[in-house]
């Protein structure tokens, strides 16, 4: 599958949608910046930006479509999948592990968070066995609970991609709704809690996600060529199933963690939604306006520092944050201080670590190293 402008400008879309959802929910003042009223209607932004954590359904659904694509009619030997899963770990590795140690140097300068860890957290973040049995340890930064998820799909995926030539993208795909159903329901029961929310790393676990991956391997196995019509309408089927999906959502939130019907199933419908976004985009003659510009762009290229880097940010800078930090003037401030920082580090990421890596995996793994 060859370089899609509008699917790399989506990736730097879902990275910044991350990270605005951590803007308005940690720093004070910054969901009365976004309240506007216009006579008797009044609107806040703070709503969509709210469904910002939506960017991590996105980079589970394109890293299944994006990754399937490639594989899908690769010679899948041992030693081709031994030097694909080296290339996926020199992608993601690299960047996090230089990032710990940036953890490391930084408390033991003193600073308040992330503090010095335990030898075992520590253990557990460096080798991704985070919120995984027996131990459960946290990790040191709060998004990288992905990380483990994406990296046990990774394994999983030439498995999946010879189930779907052995039986079928649909056979292999309802077998994943309904194991991620399956996970979903049950977790409630296994392990009780009057909020679920407490238990979002246990439900989006592999098995609670893996409906979102084997969604984007489905799209990635379905026709490649459709009319302009058709496009289209994957495309506004697609985001009218997820404008109403978040719609239903904000009418049962007050009871969706409690468990039920809602919590086994809307991950899903809203991974069909955006599998259905990534296939009219992938389809697409031509970049979009907006996920082909040359911002999109440089930013799809640094999503996964700006990924890491953007909650940490946010933390130090809430940290330093005045007793009169609930001003909405200061959100901004805020935000505009961390956009700037996170970049900053996402491009030394990427150019000192990141672009290197990949470098290093194109030389050493050419065969896999296209496809992943």
């Not at 010679?75 to 899963?85: E, P, Q």
Request: with cysteine; net charge positive.
């Amino acid at each position: 599958m060859k370089f899609n402008l509008n699917l790399h400008g989506l990736r730097g879309l879902a990275a910044l949608a991350v990270f605005l959802f951590h803007w308005v929910a940690l720093i004070p003042g910054a969901a009365p910046l976004l309240q506007f009223s216009a006579g008797p209607l009044a609107f806040s932004l703070a709503t969509p930006l709210g469904f910002g954590w939506l960017g991590v359904t996105v980079f589970f659904v394109l890293s299944g479509f994006l990754l399937a694509g490639k594989l899908k009619d690769a010679r899948l030997d041992a030693r081709f999948v031994g030097a694909y899963l080296a290339h996926r770990g020199l992608r993601i590795l690299p960047a996090y592990w230089v990032q710990l140690m940036a953890f490391i140097a930084i408390a033991a300068m003193g600073a308040s968070w992330p503090g010095m860890p335990p030898a075992r957290q520590f253990a557990a973040n460096l080798l991704l066995w985070m919120d995984l049995p027996p131990w459960m340890e946290r990790p040191i930064n709060g998004v990288a609970w992905t990380l483990p998820v994406e990296m046990m799909f990774y394994l999983i995926l030439p498995a999946v991609v010879l189930l779907i030539r052995a039986r079928g993208a649909v056979q292999v795909l309802l077998a994943a709704v309904v194991v991620t159903f399956l996970w979903r329901y049950a977790v409630p029961f296994i392990w009780p809690a009057p909020n679920q929310a407490d238990n979002l790393t246990i439900l989006n676990a592999l098995p609670g996600s893996l409906s979102l991956f084997v969604l984007g391997v489905a799209a990635a196995h379905a026709p490649r060529k459709a009319s302009p019509r058709a496009v289209l309408a994957w495309l506004l089927g697609g985001m009218a199933g997820l404008v109403i999906l978040c719609v239903i959502l904000l009418d049962n939130l007050a009871t969706y963690y409690q468990g039920g019907l809602l919590l086994t199933v809307w991950t899903t419908c809203a991974g069909a939604a955006i599998a259905a976004i990534v296939h009219a985009l992938s389809l697409a003659e031509k970049p979009l306006p907006v996920l082909g510009s040359g911002a999109l762009r440089r930013l799809g290229d640094l999503s996964y520092g700006l990924y890491l880097w953007h909650l940490p940010v946010l933390l130090w800078l809430k940290a330093a944050l005045p007793t009169d930090a609930g001003a909405p003037a200061m959100a901004l401030w805020v935000l505009g201080g961390a956009t700037l920082a996170s970049l900053a580090l996402a491009l030394l990421s990427y150019r000192l670590v990141e672009a290197p890596a990949i470098r290093l995996g194109l030389r050493s793994f050419p065969l896999a190293a296209r496809a992943a």
